[in-house]
């Protein structure tokens, strides 16, 4: 009995220990919920925004804008001026190619493969930690049966719940439990690589020394003189084999420069015809108006002018770089009848510098097709009607020159030098004539010191023969020596006959007209007191062969029958005519242009006193017309201007009109038809007496 109750006690004991544990944690719990309770309201005012003072305040469509940024893959950081050493060159290069990778983060694996031994060792290992934890745990549940009582307890059902912890099917139970960790299950392999590199190869070479004299020799004066006379000899000898023939040394030069020229250019001649052809595109459909109006406009309103007509305006071709200059010359191309020639200068005699060489194409207004830079002022040109890539100009410094479109360089092939015979005055006309008997190309020129000289082009030089010598007195072109030197007359223009080869007339500064031959230079065939003052041009028509115009400072037009020693026509535009020419598809049609800014046209046929169009066609009133010229297909003509502009204008039909035709008549074509308009006309107006030669 007492043993009972001794162990009774015991457990009962034991058991409000339990309770009073349970009772505690339920207390602390009721603690802790009142202080979550107190603190809720310091929480909830420390989780409030708060801005800083120097923030921005932005709007709420600016809070909503997206701000796109694009990532590369390309480092900030890396170094881009890393040299090193290359040992086949042996010297320092830098490295084009730059690591871009950044390294962030690195972490050596520990993985082994499955099928190795070091992972077996492993497995072993882990299989005897396994059994060694497996009989710890045996051991130790076996001591705490030992320890638990094997007699009944009254409240068994608290004990039961006490010792739910214990058992070793509970949660913790399992928990404590370590997991195995399983192995790697990949195969993988590292491999590595290495090229050889090749190995470097040294070469050299030497040359034998140059054999060595040695030489000494005592002189006077007299053999160094005698040394310098023989090489000056000798340098004469050789500048006439020289001249026509480059020397070895400058071809190489030459073929090395062509070929550097091409390596650097070669981007550029790949693309260049197809940019050039892309530019007249672009610029066509830019102005296609104007190239509509060019092809298919014509002004209907001509039928109520009364025979009246007008110009309508067209391209204007403008070069940047010369503004400053004026317009000299024009000439279009007989071949290519879009393309003219502009020669640029100045008639300001007291301010001459640079002039220009530029080619215009109708197809491209924007640019010129050729631009060649001169160092002296260009004051005519003419272009070969046959050979349309040699152009012949005339320069105020008194040389002439001819370029070629087809060679590459800035420069003329040819061009006169004081030993070859060039001029002492600005050269005013050129013009090109039929090849000699020997093939070779030659024009003439005619300049203010008084000479028209012949050029032939020889080889690589021009050879120059002087045609005739101009005299006020108009006797003799050349004079003895000894004998007073006659008074020189001053050449301004001239152009020579459509028909009659060796017949031509020449303008002068005083303001007459001589007509003379190549063949007979001693004196002149006839002289015109055409004007009073300097001829600005003179031309022949194209299809009359008797009949020639001239203009002049003085405001006049005066037209001639070169048989008769007054003239046929005279109009006055009551402002100094610049230039004046013959239309090419009409005997009795003429256009010429006056400083006052207006172009005249006139049609012998319809009017005989008035022009049926003056138009004025130049935006400023200071601005004077310089030169006009006629397209030889196309109803146009081009004006230039001193301000460096050349503007294009269409005829409209009346000032283009043929004669209509009657019913069941055919109108006869050719240039009989207009050898007889103009034949009609000069049979009203020559006297009776005289006679037609």
Same mark, same amino acid.
Request: some cysteine; charged content about 30%; glycine content about 4%.
């Given at each position: 009995?007492?043993?009972?109750?001794?162990?009774?006690?015991?457990?009962? +004991?034991?058991?409000?220990? &339990?309770?009073?544990?349970?009772?505690?944690?339920?207390?602390?719990?009721?603690?802790?919920?009142?202080?979550?309770?107190?603190?809720?309201?310091?929480?909830?005012?420390? *989780?409030?925004?708060?801005?800083?003072?120097?923030?921005?305040?932005?709007?709420?469509?600016?809070?909503?804008?997206?701000?796109?940024? $694009?990532?590369?893959?390309?480092?900030?950081?890396?170094? +881009?001026?890393?040299?090193?050493?290359?040992?086949?060159? *042996?010297?320092?290069?830098?490295?084009?190619?730059?690591?871009?990778?950044?390294?962030? #983060?690195?972490?050596?694996?520990?993985?082994?493969?499955?099928?190795?031994?070091?992972?077996?060792?492993?497995?072993?290992?882990?299989?005897?930690?396994?059994?060694?934890?497996?009989?710890?745990?045996?051991?130790?549940?076996?001591?705490?049966?030992?320890?638990?009582?094997?007699?009944?307890?009254?409240?068994?059902?608290?004990?039961?719940?006490?010792?739910?912890?214990? *058992?070793?099917?509970?949660?913790?139970?399992?928990?404590?439990?370590?997991?195995?960790?399983?192995?790697?299950?990949?195969? #993988?392999?590292?491999?590595?690589?290495?090229?050889?590199?090749?190995?470097?190869?040294?070469?050299?070479?030497?040359?034998? @020394?140059?054999?060595?004299?040695?030489?000494?020799?005592?002189?006077?004066?007299?053999?160094?003189?005698?040394?310098?006379?023989?090489?000056?000899?000798?340098?004469?000898?050789?500048?006439?084999?020289?001249?026509?023939?480059?020397?070895?040394?400058?071809?190489?030069?030459?073929?090395?420069?062509?070929?550097?020229?091409?390596?650097?250019?070669?981007?550029?001649?790949?693309?260049?015809?197809?940019?050039?052809?892309?530019? *007249?595109?672009?610029?066509?459909?830019? #102005?296609? /108006?104007?190239? +509509?109006?060019?092809?298919?406009?014509?002004?209907?309103?001509?039928?109520?002018?009364?025979?009246?007509?007008?110009?309508?305006?067209?391209?204007?071709?403008?070069?940047?770089?010369?503004?400053?200059?004026?317009?000299?010359?024009?000439?279009?191309?007989?071949?290519?009848?879009?393309?003219?020639?502009?020669?640029? /200068?100045?008639?300001?005699?007291?301010?001459? /510098?640079? /002039?220009?060489? %530029?080619?215009?194409?109708?197809?491209?207004?924007?640019?010129?097709?050729?631009?060649?830079?001169?160092?002296?002022?260009?004051?005519?040109?003419?272009?070969?009607?046959?050979?349309?890539?040699?152009?012949?100009?005339?320069?105020?410094?008194?040389?002439?020159?001819?370029?070629?479109?087809?060679?590459?360089?800035?420069? !003329?092939?040819?061009?006169?030098?004081?030993?070859?015979?060039?001029?002492?005055?600005?050269?005013?006309?050129?013009?090109?004539?039929?090849?000699?008997?020997?093939?070779?190309?030659?024009?003439?020129?005619?300049?203010?010191?008084?000479?028209?000289?012949?050029?032939?082009?020889?080889?690589?030089?021009?050879?120059?023969?002087? $045609?005739?010598?101009?005299?006020?007195?108009?006797?003799?072109?050349?004079? @003895?020596?000894?004998?007073? +030197?006659?008074? %020189? &007359?001053?050449?301004?223009?001239?152009?020579?006959?459509?028909?009659?080869?060796?017949?031509?007339?020449?303008?002068?500064?005083?303001?007459?007209?001589?007509?003379?031959?190549?063949?007979?230079?001693?004196?002149?065939?006839?002289?015109?007191?055409?004007?009073?003052?300097?001829?600005?041009?003179?031309?022949?028509?194209?299809?009359?062969?008797?009949?020639? $115009?001239?203009?002049?400072?003085?405001?006049? $037009?005066?037209?001639?029958?070169?048989?008769?020693?007054?003239?046929?026509?005279?109009?006055?535009?009551?402002?100094?005519?610049?230039?004046?020419?013959?239309? !090419?598809?009409?005997?009795?049609?003429?256009?010429? =242009?006056?400083?006052?800014?207006?172009?005249?046209?006139?049609?012998?046929?319809?009017?005989?006193?008035?022009?049926?169009?003056?138009?004025? =066609?130049? &935006?400023?009133?200071?601005?004077?017309?310089?030169?006009?010229?006629?397209? @030889?297909?196309?109803?146009?003509?081009?004006?230039?201007?001193?301000?460096?502009?050349?503007?294009?204008?269409?005829?409209?039909?009346?000032?283009?009109?043929?004669?209509?035709?009657?019913?069941?008549?055919?109108?006869?074509?050719?240039?009989?038809?207009?050898?007889?308009?103009?034949?009609?006309?000069?049979?009203?107006?020559?006297?009776?007496?005289?006679?037609?030669?």
């Amino acid at each position: 009995m007492p043993n009972n109750n001794v162990r009774r006690s015991s457990v009962l +004991q034991r058991v409000p220990g &339990a309770k009073s544990t349970k009772a505690s944690s339920k207390k602390k719990d009721e603690v802790d919920c009142v202080d979550v309770g107190d603190t809720w309201d310091e929480w909830s005012h420390g *989780r409030a925004l708060i801005k800083p003072p120097d923030q921005l305040e932005l709007s709420d469509a600016e809070l909503k804008e997206e701000i796109t940024r $694009i990532l590369t893959a390309n480092n900030p950081h890396a170094p +881009q001026n890393i040299f090193r050493y290359n040992f086949k060159e *042996r010297s320092y290069k830098s490295t084009s190619v730059v690591d871009q990778m950044a390294v962030l #983060f690195v972490l050596e694996g520990n993985l082994v493969h499955q099928d190795s031994e070091e992972a077996r060792r492993l497995k072993a290992k882990e299989i005897l930690t396994e059994e060694t934890l497996t009989d710890e745990n045996g051991m130790e549940q076996d001591e705490e049966k030992s320890e638990t009582p094997a007699t009944p307890i009254e409240d068994g059902g608290e004990v039961e719940e006490a010792g739910e912890d214990d *058992r070793p099917d509970s949660v913790a139970s399992k928990m404590d439990k370590r997991e195995t960790k399983i192995t790697n299950q990949f195969n #993988f392999s590292e491999r590595a690589s290495q090229t050889l590199n090749n190995p470097l190869w040294e070469r050299s070479c030497q040359t034998e @020394p140059p054999p060595r004299s040695s030489f000494s020799a005592t002189t006077n004066q007299w053999e160094i003189y005698d040394a310098y006379v023989e090489e000056l000899q000798k340098l004469e000898k050789n500048k006439d084999k020289q001249k026509g023939i480059l020397s070895k040394k400058d071809i190489d030069k030459s073929k090395k420069k062509t070929m550097l020229m091409e390596t650097q250019n070669d981007d550029i001649t790949r693309i260049g015809k197809a940019s050039k052809i892309f530019e *007249r595109m672009v610029n066509q459909n830019t #102005f296609d /108006g104007i190239a +509509q109006d060019f092809k298919y406009f014509e002004d209907a309103s001509d039928e109520f002018r009364d025979q009246e007509g007008t110009l309508l305006p067209l391209w204007k071709f403008q070069y940047d770089k010369a503004k400053r200059l004026s317009v000299t010359a024009l000439c279009w191309n007989k071949k290519y009848q879009d393309l003219f020639a502009v020669g640029m /200068g100045s008639y300001d005699f007291c301010k001459q /510098g640079c /002039g220009m060489l %530029i080619f215009y194409s109708l197809k491209n207004s924007a640019f010129p097709e050729y631009i060649y830079n001169t160092s002296s002022s260009i004051l005519c040109l003419d272009i070969h009607e046959e050979h349309s890539h040699l152009v012949a100009v005339g320069f105020y410094d008194g040389c002439v020159a001819v370029y070629n479109l087809k060679e590459k360089g800035m420069e !003329p092939v040819y061009k006169s030098t004081a030993k070859t015979g060039k001029h002492t005055d600005p050269v005013w006309q050129v013009l090109w004539q039929k090849d000699d008997m020997d093939n070779n190309h030659n024009f003439y020129s005619v300049s203010s010191d008084g000479r028209v000289v012949s050029w032939t082009l020889v080889k690589n030089e021009l050879v120059f023969t002087d $045609i005739i010598r101009l005299s006020l007195n108009g006797e003799f072109s050349e004079w @003895p020596e000894g004998a007073d +030197q006659p008074s %020189i &007359a001053c050449g301004t223009s001239f152009d020579f006959h459509r028909q009659i080869d060796f017949l031509f007339v020449v303008g002068t500064e005083e303001g007459k007209i001589y007509k003379c031959s190549k063949t007979y230079s001693s004196q002149f065939l006839e002289t015109y007191d055409a004007h009073s003052m300097a001829v600005d041009a003179v031309k022949w028509n194209h299809f009359h062969p008797k009949v020639f $115009i001239s203009c002049s400072s003085d405001w006049t $037009i005066k037209i001639w029958d070169h048989t008769i020693n007054t003239p046929i026509f005279t109009f006055d535009l009551n402002a100094a005519v610049a230039d004046v020419a013959w239309s !090419p598809y009409s005997s009795t049609v003429f256009a010429a =242009v006056t400083t006052d800014g207006t172009v005249n046209v006139f049609d012998l046929n319809v009017n005989k006193y008035e022009a049926i169009c003056q138009q004025t =066609v130049v &935006a400023k009133k200071k601005t004077k017309l310089t030169h006009i010229e006629f397209n @030889p297909i196309y109803p146009i003509i081009i004006v230039g201007d001193d301000r460096g502009y050349v503007a294009s204008f269409k005829l409209s039909p009346n000032l283009r009109k043929k004669p209509k035709a009657k019913k069941g008549q055919e109108l006869p074509k050719g240039p009989e038809v207009e050898v007889s308009k103009m034949e009609k006309l000069l049979s009203l107006l020559r006297e009776p007496e005289r006679s037609v030669v």
